[in-house]
């Protein structure tokens, strides 16, 4: 796997350091899940998921961040700073025939960032969202080729 540019680097925060930390108590508590799972179930426990493709003139960013739509996700740049977060509204049922036996869905809050750097064109930045996978390109700046001048030898 390619290592991402000097200018290009995960931004990790709180929430990611808090999930490996629960997720590897998780896994030592619970060897069978991990056997079930799959070896690396628990790490890298970031969310949303992503994967980071470094093309000559761009970088694409790919996620997949199911059951939101595109109303339920922002995607920010400050500061060099690039941030995707979203929320879930899972509707509540208000009826007084249903009790909940187990409940799994929640309101939940993500949010993952990247830092670009000066390589890149902030203002062309293109994202786009369907069936759950978001793609987001952000072109990179063209070198300036400078033309050789001659120098004069005095």
Known sequence: MKTLPSVFKHRNNFVD???????????????ALTDEFGVDFFSKSSYPKVDVL???????????????TK????????????TISGKTNRNEEN???G?????????????????????????????????????????KVTPKIEEAVKIDID
């Not at 109303?71 to 690039?82: N, Y």
């Open 17 to 31: 350091s808090f999930d490996k930390v629960f997720d590897q108590l998780v896994a030592k508590s619970f060897p």
């Open 71 to 82: 109303s339920d996700i922002d995607i920010e740049l400050k500061d060099e700073v690039l």
């Open 99 to 139: 009790t909940y036996l187990y409940r799994e869905l929640k309101h939940s809050a993500f949010r993952r960032s990247f830092t670009l750097g000066e390589n890149f064109k902030s203002k062309d930045i293109k994202a786009k969202f369907k069936n759950g996978i978001l793609n987001i390109e952000i072109p």
């Open 95 to 97: 009826g007084t025939e």
């Open 54 to 68: 470094d093309y000559k003139d761009k970088i694409k960013i790919i996620s997949e961040i199911p059951g939101l």
